[in-house]
């Protein structure tokens, strides 16, 4: 437990300038030195230590000069009894720069909560109130927590620091209320960096002094990451009171807006656009509003609501493609193919009433802005398996009637219309040659017979995912794939207990020792992962997988150290399992080479569709294929292909960049050879210039394909550009773009004080929850906690008649001595 406190009498050096203190003596030591190194030059022919005493009397009076006139301060502390320790942990993210207020001139909450503690014109505010019995942090937080200020630090120089130095603006893209508590909690061994501003110095023997943290937020978690709640909880076993003051008004301000568009990420070009557009309504209740939907300057659709009551609404959508693709394919330059299309769109909202205001509250939200691939070659899915089970019959179906999907299901083995293997390259038939296996871009792999697998199967379908491919591996209950050894260095996870035999007896002795399931859902990994968004909403979304239908029992398996958990399941304990085990995984995934390798624990996802069809079963397999396959090369010309491994990125993050030399045999290439690899940049322009130039790895020498990554990107639209060794740069006229968006993770969708929220938070960490309205209750809270006091005292050295003497005696010394040696 932290019960640090700093030592009981410290003193430190300080300066009036307004400079920090390791600037100041640095000024007038070099200072110092320089005089020092001129008067060298005249002293350098005496004999004797006058040659170098001289030059050191002199520097050393001109330092202690330079000090004297940066106006020393000696500060010392002495620490009485037992102060309370006190952390002021402040939201700084986006919401807290909310005004609450009609007038353009009020604070916003970021700074009401810097007024509160550091005071305001002449007012005192609570740390001045404070600090003399308390020992006091000011951190921030946002997705992170960073420390700010210290009123203990003899160090810092953060107490000149003004308030909007300490804090800065309130800009953070996300709220992580657990980020605020986390530094706080006891760990042993290494300690994390960000716990250094809560655990100073102890002396040995120092009791526990009482320990308090005060967030002052919002309380809209919009990482819903972890439990504010039960972190407060842990905090109050370790001697922490956590207490709570709400920022901001408790009732949502009138606003509409858009907070989500669910859409695919690739369609066919001739396909419909099917999707769900998430829109919010505060304050307007039975208006009717109006949604729609552009395509550049162009209105694709539209509809409109009555809203009933506050909230949010989801609106589905619906549209054909093939108009939009033609009118962008009769644009495209000559020579240039392009396997997608990028379709811009635009989705807003707005008051149908035109005699009344059309935008409320934040305008920036009322349009949300994505893109959509429109494939022009059909993606191509091989399914492999050794019965016709539910799982495989709806998988082929949901693809077989998507126009941008090609199905290719083979079923072998006892019991099926093909009891024995049949390899080649005709439907029907398992790929027989690597050529065989790449003409499709993804594979899902099931229970296959292991008696007729081979090494070499497993070896066409190792290199078909080293190359990019994507592969699912969808587990059953005969658990075949942990019996195919040559499949071992796929599989993203390890069965701890094998099904060893195919022998009736051993099966079943297999299946009655696997758990059975409580519930599924996402991992803290595979929140954000948008295979698992089964809803718009975290938290609906996290309700709504609790809810799923869940498989009878699951096979017990561990993930490799290079895998990802996205999915587990809650399972009951067994004779072979510990009281721990109860999560067991159930979507793994790991990445091979250039492709993707997901393992699925159980066939049965096929149940989701009861009584809502392939709502939530169609959503998940194509989100899944989406996250498997690697994206294809977006354009291409007669010599190079383009492709990126998305479209839309959020800002901060970076985008691969796939490059496949197509032939550089041209007539006008110098140096240009088939056999030799050539040097190829990524050119990153953007408004017509070029912002970046990568160099490209090889990637496959064979195949001729090259990879870069970019580094952070801000906001923009990006256009992809290629330069290579052997070509002429006006044959490589293949572009693709790349859009940044600005980071939308529904910081703002809600931005009334959640008084629920930090009211739990407070009570698990029992401490008191205040508005800021009666933010006086919260100090006459913290006031008795405190069991001693602080005193601070400064010295004017630049008053003390002993510096003056000292420099008059350097020089005087100085003088004496020019003399003794004859120096004028």
């Given at each position: 437990?932290?019960?640090?406190?700093?030592?009981?009498?410290?003193?430190?050096?300080?300066?009036?300038?307004?400079?920090?203190?390791?600037?100041?003596?640095?000024?007038?030591?070099?200072?110092?030195?320089?005089?020092?190194?001129?008067?060298?030059?005249?002293?350098?022919?005496?004999?004797?230590?006058?040659?170098?005493?001289?030059?050191?009397?002199?520097?050393?009076?001109?330092?202690?000069?330079?000090?004297?006139?940066?106006?020393?301060?000696?500060?010392?502390?002495?620490?009485?009894?037992?102060?309370?320790?006190?952390?002021?942990?402040?939201?700084?993210?986006?919401?807290?720069?909310?005004?609450?207020?009609?007038?353009?001139?009020?604070?916003?909450?970021?700074?009401?909560?810097?007024?509160?503690?550091?005071?305001?014109?002449?007012?005192?505010?609570?740390?001045?109130?404070?600090?003399?019995?308390?020992?006091?942090?000011?951190?921030?937080?946002?997705?992170?927590?960073?420390?700010?200020?210290?009123?203990?630090?003899?160090?810092?120089?953060?107490?000149?620091?003004?308030?909007?130095?300490?804090?800065?603006?309130?800009?953070?893209?996300?709220?992580?209320?657990?980020?605020?508590?986390?530094?706080?909690?006891?760990?042993?061994?290494?300690?994390?960096?960000?716990?250094?501003?809560?655990?100073?110095?102890?002396?040995?023997?120092?009791?526990?002094?009482?320990?308090?943290?005060?967030?002052?937020?919002?309380?809209?978690?919009?990482?819903?990451?972890?439990?504010?709640?039960?972190?407060?909880?842990?905090?109050?076993?370790?001697?922490?009171?956590?207490?709570?003051?709400?920022?901001?008004?408790?009732?949502?301000?009138?606003?509409?807006?858009?907070?989500?568009?669910?859409?695919?990420?690739?369609?066919?070009?001739?396909?419909?656009?099917?999707?769900?557009?998430?829109?919010?309504?505060?304050?307007?209740?039975?208006?009717?509003?109006?949604?729609?939907?552009?395509?550049?300057?162009?209105?694709?659709?539209?509809?409109?609501?009555?809203?009933?009551?506050?909230?949010?609404?989801?609106?589905?959508?619906?549209?054909?493609?093939?108009?939009?693709?033609?009118?962008?394919?009769?644009?495209?330059?000559?020579?240039?193919?392009?396997?997608?299309?990028?379709?811009?769109?635009?989705?807003?909202?707005?008051?149908?009433?035109?005699?009344?205001?059309?935008?409320?509250?934040?305008?920036?939200?009322?349009?949300?802005?994505?893109?959509?691939?429109?494939?022009?070659?059909?993606?191509?899915?091989?399914?492999?398996?050794?019965?016709?089970?539910?799982?495989?019959?709806?998988?082929?179906?949901?693809?077989?009637?998507?126009?941008?999907?090609?199905?290719?299901?083979?079923?072998?083995?006892?019991?099926?219309?093909?009891?024995?293997?049949?390899?080649?390259?005709?439907?029907?038939?398992?790929?027989?040659?690597?050529?065989?296996?790449?003409?499709?871009?993804?594979?899902?792999?099931?229970?296959?017979?292991?008696?007729?697998?081979?090494?070499?199967?497993?070896?066409?379908?190792?290199?078909?995912?080293?190359?990019?491919?994507?592969?699912?591996?969808?587990?059953?209950?005969?658990?075949?794939?942990?019996?195919?050894?040559?499949?071992?260095?796929?599989?993203?996870?390890?069965?701890?207990?094998?099904?060893?035999?195919?022998?009736?007896?051993?099966?079943?002795?297999?299946?009655?020792?696997?758990?059975?399931?409580?519930?599924?859902?996402?991992?803290?990994?595979?929140?954000?992962?948008?295979?698992?968004?089964?809803?718009?909403?975290?938290?609906?979304n996290e309700q709504l997988w609790r809810s799923m239908p869940v498989p009878g029992v699951i096979p017990v398996t561990t993930a490799r150290a290079d895998a990802e958990v996205w999915a587990d399941a809650l399972v009951e304990a067994t004779e072979t399992s510990s009281p721990t085990d109860s999560r067991v995984p159930w979507l793994v995934t790991r990445l091979f080479g250039a492709g993707r390798v997901f393992f699925l624990a159980t066939d049965q996802t096929w149940r989701w569709r009861y009584k809502i069809e392939s709502q939530l079963h169609g959503r998940f397999w194509n989100q899944m294929l989406t996250a498997a396959m690697q994206p294809p090369y977006a354009v291409r010309d007669d010599y190079v292909a383009i492709g990126t491994d998305k479209i839309d990125y959020d800002s901060g993050q970076s985008a691969l960049i796939r490059v496949r030399l197509l032939d550089n045999e041209t007539p006008f290439g110098e140096g240009a050879s088939p056999n030799t690899p050539a040097t190829v940049d990524a050119l990153l322009i953007r408004d017509d210039q070029i912002v970046a130039t990568?160099?490209?790895?090889?990637?496959?020498?064979?195949?001729?394909?090259?990879?870069?990554?970019?580094?952070?990107?801000?906001?923009?639209?990006?256009?992809?550009?290629?330069?290579?060794?052997?070509?002429?740069?006006?044959?490589?006229?293949?572009?693709?773009?790349?859009?940044?968006?600005?980071?939308?993770?529904?910081?703002?969708?809600?931005?009334?004080?959640?008084?629920?929220?930090?009211?739990?938070?407070?009570?698990?960490?029992?401490?008191?929850?205040?508005?800021?309205?009666?933010?006086?209750?919260?100090?006459?809270?913290?006031?008795?906690?405190?069991?001693?006091?602080?005193?601070?005292?400064?010295?004017?050295?630049?008053?003390?008649?002993?510096?003056?003497?000292?420099?008059?005696?350097?020089?005087?010394?100085?003088?004496?001595?020019?003399?003794?040696?004859?120096?004028?």
């Open positions: 437990m932290m019960t640090d406190c700093p030592r009981s009498n410290l003193a430190s050096l300080r300066f009036s300038w307004d400079l920090p203190t390791w600037a100041i003596l640095a000024i007038a030591i070099l200072t110092g030195l320089a005089a020092a190194w001129l008067y060298l030059k005249e002293t350098r022919q005496l004999a004797g230590t006058a040659a170098w005493v001289l030059p050191a009397l002199r520097s050393t009076a001109i330092i202690l000069t330079i000090l004297l006139l940066a106006g020393p301060i000696w500060h010392h502390r002495q620490v009485i009894g037992q102060p309370a320790r006190l952390i002021f942990a402040v939201d700084q993210s986006l919401s807290m720069s909310e005004r609450d207020s009609s007038d353009r001139e009020s604070p916003d909450r970021l700074r009401r909560s810097v007024e509160m503690l550091f005071g305001k014109n002449e007012s005192e505010g609570w740390i001045q109130t404070l600090q003399s019995t308390h020992l006091i942090d000011v951190m921030s937080f946002d997705a992170t927590a960073q420390p700010r200020w210290k009123s203990y630090d003899l160090d810092s120089e953060s107490e000149r620091e003004s308030t909007e130095i300490i804090l800065g603006e309130a800009n953070g893209s996300t709220t992580n209320l657990a980020a605020a508590l986390r530094p706080m909690l006891p760990r042993s061994g290494n300690r994390d960096p960000a716990q250094s501003f809560v655990q100073p110095d102890e002396p040995a023997g120092t009791a526990a002094s009482p320990l308090a943290v005060v967030l002052m937020t919002d309380g809209r978690d919009s990482a819903g990451v972890d439990d504010a709640s039960d972190l407060a909880w842990q905090l109050s076993q370790s001697g922490w009171q956590v207490h709570t003051v709400g920022l901001g008004s408790v009732d949502e301000p009138t606003d509409i807006g858009i907070t989500n568009v669910l859409h695919p990420e690739r369609i066919a070009a001739d396909g419909r656009l099917t999707g769900t557009i998430v829109a919010k309504h505060y304050g307007v209740t039975n208006d009717t509003l109006q949604i729609e939907l552009r395509s550049g300057e162009t209105l694709v659709w539209s509809d409109s609501f009555v809203a009933t009551q506050d909230g949010q609404t989801e609106i589905d959508f619906d549209l054909p493609v093939e108009p939009l693709t033609n009118r962008l394919a009769n644009q495209e330059a000559r020579g240039v193919d392009r396997d997608s299309l990028v379709l811009p769109f635009t989705a807003s909202i707005r008051r149908a009433d035109p005699t009344v205001p059309t935008t409320l509250g934040q305008p920036e939200n009322d349009s949300w802005d994505f893109r959509i691939a429109a494939a022009s070659r059909d993606r191509r899915l091989l399914i492999l398996d050794g019965s016709s089970r539910w799982e495989t019959r709806y998988l082929r179906n949901l693809f077989a009637r998507d126009p941008a999907w090609q199905v290719n299901t083979v079923l072998f083995g006892p019991g099926t219309d093909s009891p024995q293997i049949s390899r080649g390259d005709n439907d029907g038939e398992v790929p027989a040659t690597t050529e065989d296996w790449n003409r499709f871009d993804a594979i899902v792999l099931g229970e296959v017979p292991p008696e007729q697998w081979t090494e070499a199967d497993s070896v066409g379908l190792r290199e078909f995912v080293r190359r990019g491919g994507g592969l699912i591996m969808l587990n059953g209950r005969y658990n075949r794939l942990s019996r195919i050894e040559s499949l071992n260095d796929l599989l993203p996870v390890e069965f701890v207990d094998p099904a060893g035999s195919s022998e009736n007896n051993d099966l079943l002795r297999y299946q009655r020792q696997q758990p059975s399931v409580q519930s599924i859902g996402p991992t803290a990994t595979g929140r954000s992962q948008p295979v698992m968004l089964l809803s718009s909403e975290i938290a609906s990568l160099p490209m790895n090889l990637d496959d020498e064979s195949r001729r394909t090259y990879l870069a990554q970019t580094d952070s990107l801000p906001p923009g639209a990006y256009h992809v550009r290629v330069r290579a060794s052997g070509y002429d740069a006006s044959a490589l006229k293949a572009t693709a773009p790349i859009w940044v968006e600005p980071s939308r993770k529904g910081e703002l969708d809600r931005v009334a004080v959640d008084e629920d929220t930090l009211k739990e938070i407070a009570s698990a960490g029992g401490g008191t929850y205040v508005h800021e309205s009666s933010a006086e209750e919260m100090l006459s809270q913290l006031l008795p906690l405190s069991r001693g006091q602080i005193i601070e005292t400064d010295t004017l050295m630049w008053e003390s008649w002993w510096l003056f003497v000292a420099i008059l005696g350097l020089l005087a010394a100085e003088w004496w001595m020019r003399k003794k040696v004859g120096l004028v």
